[in-house]
């Protein structure tokens, strides 16, 4: 087996770990693991263990645990996505992407242009949602840390309780004179404004603006939502990231 499994709880080296419920028959149930067949296990802090099937059980699975260690798979720049929520499967593939492109954080936000509406009990779904995207990106791709996903909030708000500034903040605007790709290099951390269908509405371009944030653009063509987050991300990777 080379299996890669997202895991909750603490991980301690040469123990044993048991897994249950949906973790456990995906196991035995799926993938048919075997006593004795090894695969790797992290629970999104950072490190990565190997493991190996000890006791396979009708509802459990218990593992014993060797020494975890860094996989190396982490980009030393913090990208912060702050990401306007598009319809259907669009926004589940950005976050997806965004988590094998190495993405620190995703802000979900609701814009004026939103074909989506999200509130209350559906908004919190969508974020549980999205949190089990992430780690699937995260088994398939390498990762050992889970990228933060953010509650659905309306940009409004966010630009008012905003995190501290990034060392660059940059908003997508089509037709924008700056490049992307001639923005000065930035030293650990960059965040980026991306729009849902649509774009964002003039008084939020005006919003970003006044909150420090520069326009920039990739190129003549008019991306899709989804498209412009991944281009932008894997320029971002290769000028300042692990790309290069």
């Not at 779904?125 to 791709?141: F, N, P």
């Not at 905003?162 to 930035?186: F, M, Y």
Request: glycine share 10%; with cysteine; proline share 4%.
């Amino acid at each position: 087996m080379n299996t890669r499994l997202f895991v909750s709880g603490a991980l301690i080296n040469a123990s044993e770990f048991e897994l249950v419920g949906d973790r456990a028959r995906y196991l035995s149930k799926v993938l048919r693991a075997r006593v004795g067949d090894e695969l790797t296990i992290f629970n999104g802090e950072g490190l990565a263990w190997p493991a190996t099937i000890r006791i396979l059980a009708k509802n459990s699975v218990t593992l014993s645990l060797g020494e975890g260690t860094d996989a190396g798979t982490e980009s030393a720049l913090k990208i912060h996505l702050v990401q306007g929520v598009s319809r259907g499967e669009r926004m589940d593939f950005v976050v997806q992407k965004a988590t094998e492109l190495g993405v620190n954080r995703i802000t979900p936000v609701l814009t004026e242009y939103a074909m989506v509406k999200l509130n209350g009990d559906r908004a919190e779904k969508r974020r549980d949602h999205w949190q089990k995207i992430t780690a699937s990106a995260c088994e398939q791709s390498g990762r050992t840390r889970l990228p933060l996903i953010d509650a659905p909030v309306t940009l409004k708000n966010w630009f008012g309780n905003k995190p501290e500034q990034a060392d660059a903040e940059l908003i997508l605007v089509p037709g924008a004179k700056l490049p992307l790709t001639q923005v000065a290099a930035t030293a650990n951390t960059v965040c980026i404004l991306i729009g849902p269908e649509g774009g964002f509405s003039d008084i939020e371009y005006g919003d970003a603006q006044a909150a420090g944030f520069t326009a920039v653009s990739l190129g003549p063509r008019v991306l899709r939502t989804e498209s412009a987050a991944l281009a932008a991300l894997a320029v971002m990777q290769s000028l300042w990231g692990d790309f290069g």
